[in-house]
């Protein structure tokens, strides 16, 4: 029965040292939304020397990030790797409406390098976000993101790739946002990767672009993504890049190059003529390679002689004269 009220002393004073903690940051995400509802595209730097400034996010050598994606999700991330050895990193995410916080999230303990995320849902204006840096003395830097630089474009829709003419024309929509954006405040990065290489445009035009000289019998894809450019106001971030889509391989005009009419009007009538002449091979080879005649025997002889005017007389007797000879015997008997 001992074991009870150790556990109850535990308990409460866990309870006394979480509450003044958890209303501390209730607190301190309070006051971040009201102190620095007017601030902006600047990053507060405050000391413990109680030294207040001002610089843009380049200048400092930390590097930290919010972005609020099309599902409502807030996702924070930082690297602060130039922290000395031992340095404790306290963050701070507060979502205001107005002067209001709606909701904030706090990581006493961070780590140099992390990141943090959450929901959001209602209407709201901005974020603050804040990091305190403490060892022996403390630093912490302050920055508030509206809307348009928290807003995480999504890609480019409804991307459709083609070929004509041996070009590539590529077309698209313009990203969904959610404020009204000028379509000249969109800067567009298109990647096209074919059998050798992967090159990356960037289009001058808002929603097409052409690639000319390609070879339509290399297999192509192509992928974008999108941000807003520095001259306008809006997330320099860029967007996902969109899924791998794949040019259609067939032409989208009907006219034939005179090369190719060339080729038909010339091509099929030797074909067809090499397929008559293979039909009637027989007949053609006789016409082509007629025999050699061979002169009756009776010509022959008149054709071996030089003298074309033994042509007009008799042939001679293909039989050759008997030559009889006669021998007579004038010698004596020697037996009579």
């Not at 000395?84 to 916080?101: A, G, H, P, Q």
């Not at 096209?192 to 070879?215: C, F, G, M, Y």
């Amino acid at each position: 029965m001992a074991v009870f009220p150790i556990r109850l002393v535990i308990w409460s004073t866990s309870l006394v040292l979480w509450f003044p903690q958890s209303a501390a940051t209730e607190s301190h995400g309070l006051d971040l939304c009201q102190e620095f509802s007017d601030t902006y595209e600047m990053v507060n730097i405050q000391n413990s020397a109680e030294e207040i400034s001002h610089k843009e996010l380049s200048e400092i050598k930390e590097t930290f990030i919010c972005l609020l994606d099309s599902t409502n999700k807030l996702n924070c991330s930082w690297s602060f790797n130039t922290l000395e050895k031992d340095t404790r990193l306290s963050v701070f995410i507060s979502v205001c409406n107005e002067e209001t916080v709606i909701k904030s999230l706090s990581r006493t303990f961070a780590e140099r390098v992390g990141s943090m995320s959450l929901t959001v849902s209602g209407e709201i204006s901005g974020v603050v976000l804040h990091f305190n840096m403490s060892l022996h003395n403390w630093i912490s830097y302050t920055y508030v993101y509206d809307m348009d630089t928290l807003e995480h474009l999504p890609p480019p829709a409804n991307i459709s790739a083609s070929f004509n003419n041996d070009n590539l024309i590529i077309k698209w929509d313009l990203p969904r946002t959610r404020n009204a954006v000028n379509p000249n405040c969109f800067e567009n990065e298109v990647e096209i990767r074919d059998q050798e290489k992967t090159t990356s445009w960037l289009p001058k035009h808002h929603t097409n672009h052409t690639v000319a000289s390609v070879d339509p019998s290399h297999s192509y894809s192509v992928r974008m993504r999108t941000r807003i450019s520095s001259h306008c106001s809006g997330s320099d971030h860029w967007s996902e890049w969109s899924p791998t889509v794949t040019p259609s391989m067939e032409r989208s005009d009907s006219v034939l190059k005179p090369l190719v009419i060339v080729f038909i009007c010339l091509g099929v009538p030797m074909g067809l003529l090499a397929l008559l002449l293979f039909v009637r091979y027989q007949r053609v080879t006789k016409v082509l390679f007629p025999p050699i005649p061979r002169p009756p025997a009776k010509y022959k002889y008149f054709l071996e002689k030089s003298d074309a005017f033994n042509f007009f007389y008799s042939t001679p007797s293909a039989k050759p004269e008997e030559v009889i000879t006669e021998v007579e015997d004038t010698g004596k008997n020697p037996g009579k």
